[in-house]
């Protein structure tokens, strides 16, 4: 089986940085994805991990480790519009999510 | 061009209706997913069709028919649904690219069965 956790919300002020973290146990794995989800909105895809390590696009970063079962999501220069859901998902074709991030983002 | 389309974007269906939801991709990729999410919850997978054939289904109920007519179509036939099963209803599809094989999902289809 698979489970994963996430924080349940997070607030941040415009311009600064957060993180958000999580992890997962899983039978096997395939890689880790993020996806960000707006209210009444599809899920987007933001980024993917399947070795170990940081990967950057922007102004999102995605770090992974497999041996700790822990990835996390770095958001800078935070917007308004940044205030969403972030969806920590693992597998291949059964792509499971954790239950996801709301992020506010305030003035 | 990472676009799935999906219609209608809306539905409002009665408990003896029979209604489809219509999926398209023409991103050549060959595994297409339906996935229902109710408010608040992450999305959960439904079916998953690989090649064209049915190659997962999360023991859904028979009143949820999924079909895929080629590799860009998918459909999901719906019959005699519950207002439980309201929600909205998620369209994807995934190929081997950069980013692994990553799923891309259409905007979604709101449905509500009164």
């Known amino acids: 089986g698979q489970n994963i956790d996430q924080p349940t919300e997070m607030t941040a002020t415009e311009g600064a940085i957060v993180q958000i973290n999580c992890t997962y146990q899983t039978s096997g794995f395939n890689g880790l994805f993020w996806y960000q989800q707006h209210a009444g909105e599809a899920p987007t895809f933001l980024s993917y991990n399947v070795l170990d390590g940081l990967e950057e696009k922007g102004r999102f970063s995605s770090f992974l480790s497999r041996s700790k079962g822990y990835s996390y999501l770095l958001l800078k220069e935070l917007q308004m519009k940044d205030s969403a859901s972030y969806l920590c998902?693992?597998?291949?074709?059964?792509?499971?999510f954790g239950t996801g991030t709301r992020l506010l983002v305030s003035p | 061009d990472t676009e799935v389309t999906q219609t209608p974007k809306h539905l409002v269906m009665g408990m003896t209706n029979k209604k489809s939801l219509k999926c398209e991709q023409h991103?050549?990729?060959?595994?297409m997913y339906w996935y229902k999410q109710k408010a608040k919850k992450p999305p959960e997978l439904m079916f998953v069709?690989?090649?064209?054939?049915?190659?997962i289904n999360e023991s859904v109920p028979s009143r949820f028919s999924p079909e895929c007519p080629n590799s860009s179509l998918l459909n999901l036939h719906l019959h005699a649904l519950q207002p439980e099963d309201s929600a909205l209803y998620l369209c994807a599809s995934s190929g081997q690219d950069s980013s692994g094989n990553t799923i891309y999902f259409g905007e979604g289809s709101w449905l509500t069965v009164v």
């Open positions: 069709y690989s090649y064209e054939k049915l190659s």
């Open positions: 991103m050549g990729h060959r595994a």
């Open positions: 998902a693992v597998g291949f074709q059964k792509l499971v």
